[in-house]
Every structure is written in structure tokens, then in C-alpha cells.
């Protein structure tokens, strides 16, 4: 790869998708490409007419992810670990570290309202790509995306019952489990999330009821004041009580 390689570019997979991806790549200020494994961009994100692909050109062993295509979690009953954490009385979440979305899909299924942030513009591309092919029934009417650091949201929005927040995990503290594809492809893309404890503590003064921090099961809490904790075998969901 070159010097000045684009990191990410934009390819249409049949000639019935080159016009969103031009679109796309235009949105995102990337560069278009024929060829994906030429060497030329590290990511390409791939477009054909069931939505976007994102392949890692440095693992052409691995298939392009399509994120369309990610599992949904089996347990959407209040009863579950994301369930109890985010509390009976709690009817808005605003996801402020989407990602590719399945948390914030989780939230949605378990009936809440939800606002999912991503700051990434191209796994926010990603994340609106996941959102559009969900079936249009009563989850993905109550999930909305935008685009944009949370801490500015937190701040414009109106306060949510719920502010989620799942920072990237640190490799060493994660390393009893394997993190999926999609995780690994999401780290080489966005990189660590250095600014977590920031978006905690406004969080912490925005939400009506109060956060929910995913972690890893073993690894230290982000800050000190943990009002409880739900436990899960690989994860830990750490609550803060909103205005403590
Ligand atoms: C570990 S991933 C979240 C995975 C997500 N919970 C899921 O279910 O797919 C963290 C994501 O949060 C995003 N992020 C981190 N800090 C953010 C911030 N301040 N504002 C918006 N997005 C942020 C990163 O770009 C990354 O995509």
C-alpha cells in the first residue's frame, strides 16, 4: 500500500449500484475504485443493490461484512442482562457509541425509544445501511441514527430516560474472548475510544434516569461511583444513577 494510499474507498458491485455508490462516496468524501484488492485502500466499503459490504483488503481470506446481515440478539425479554440494566421505568435510550447497532437494536426490541450515535461517518454509513434493511415493523420505527460526536447530542437533545454508552474494549482486558469479526474490523477502523469517561460524566448530568456502561466482566470500572452492577458471563453492565 502506498504512502498516501486512501485508508477507505467506495465500490459498486454491479452497474445497477454505481449511482449510490457514487453518492456515497461523494456523502463520505471517499474516493470511488474498480479493483478491491489492487493494493490501493486498506477498507472497501462495497455496494450492490442488498446494501453495503465492508471488506478488509489486508485479509483477503475473509468475506466482505455485511452488516445487514449481523445476527440480532436471542434474548429481548425485560429479564435480560441489557434488560435489567436499563430499568422498568425507562422508555428512551440514547445509544451515544452505536456502532454497527446491535445494542441499540436490542434496546429498540426490548420497546424502548431509541437514538443511536456514531461518530464514524462510515460506520454510521454502516449502521443507517443495518437500520434501512431491518423489516419495517414496530423496532425499526423506534430506532432513529445520527451522525456526530454524542457529546455534542447529549447536549443539544432532549435528556433521555437512558444514555448507553459501550466505549471500545481495551484488548488486553478482553483477551478470555475472541471478539467477533465485525468487533475486530470496527477496532481497525475507529481505533480505541479514548474519551469514554468524558461521555460518562456528561452523561451523568444529561440523563433523567441514569447510564448504562457496558464492560468487560473482569476489567475496572470507567469511573468510581458504580450504583450497581449486572454481571453476565463475558460482559458487565456498570449503572449510574443520573445526578450522583
Ligand atoms: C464498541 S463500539 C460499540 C458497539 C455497539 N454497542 C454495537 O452493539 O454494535 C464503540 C463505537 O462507539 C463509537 N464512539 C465512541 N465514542 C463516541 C462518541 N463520543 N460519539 C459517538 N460515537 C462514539 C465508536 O466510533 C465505535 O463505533
Request: hydrophobic residues 40%; contains cysteine; aromatic residues 2%.
Amino acid at each position: 500500500m502506498g504512502a498516501c494510499a486512501p485508508l477507505i474507498s467506495v465500490m459498486a458491485m454491479r452497474p445497477t449500484a454505481v449511482e449510490l455508490a457514487a453518492r456515497l462516496a461523494e456523502d463520505l468524501g471517499l474516493m470511488m475504485c474498480d479493483e478491491p484488492l489492487a493494493g490501493t485502500s486498506r477498507f472497501v466499503i462495497e455496494v450492490d443493490d442488498r446494501g453495503l459490504a465492508l471488506r478488509d483488503c489486508q485479509r483477503p481470506g475473509l468475506r466482505a461484512l455485511r452488516v445487514r446481515d449481523l445476527p440480532r440478539h436471542r434474548a429481548v425479554t425485560g429479564r435480560g442482562l441489557l434488560g435489567r440494566a436499563l430499568g422498568k421505568r425507562s422508555h428512551s435510550v440514547m445509544d451515544a457509541t452505536a456502532g454497527f447497532g446491535s445494542d441499540a437494536i436490542h434496546c429498540a426490541e426490548l420497546g424502548l425509544e431509541v437514538i443511536a450515535i456514531e461518530r464514524s461517518p462510515v460506520v454510521c454509513a454502516l449502521l443507517k445501511d443495518r437500520i434501512q434493511g431491518l423489516p419495517l415493523d414496530e423496532t425499526r420505527l423506534r430506532l432513529s441514527v445520527k451522525s456526530g460526536d454524542s457529546r455534542q447530542w447529549l447536549v443539544e437533545l432532549p435528556p433521555p430516560d437512558v444514555v448507553y454508552i459501550d466505549p471500545m474494549f481495551p484488548g488486553k482486558e478482553n483477551a478470555s474472548a475472541k471478539p467477533s469479526k465485525a468487533q475486530q474490523l470496527l477496532r481497525a477502523l475507529v481505533g480505541k475510544d479514548s474519551d469514554a469517561v468524558e461521555v460518562l460524566q456528561l452523561a451523568c448530568r444529561r440523563a433523567r434516569h441514569r447510564v448504562v456502561v457496558k464492560r468487560p466482566r473482569h476489567a475496572p470500572p470507567l469511573t468510581g461511583e458504580v450504583h450497581h452492577q449486572v454481571l453476565g458471563r463475558t460482559v458487565r453492565y456498570d449503572v449510574y444513577l443520573a445526578g450522583q
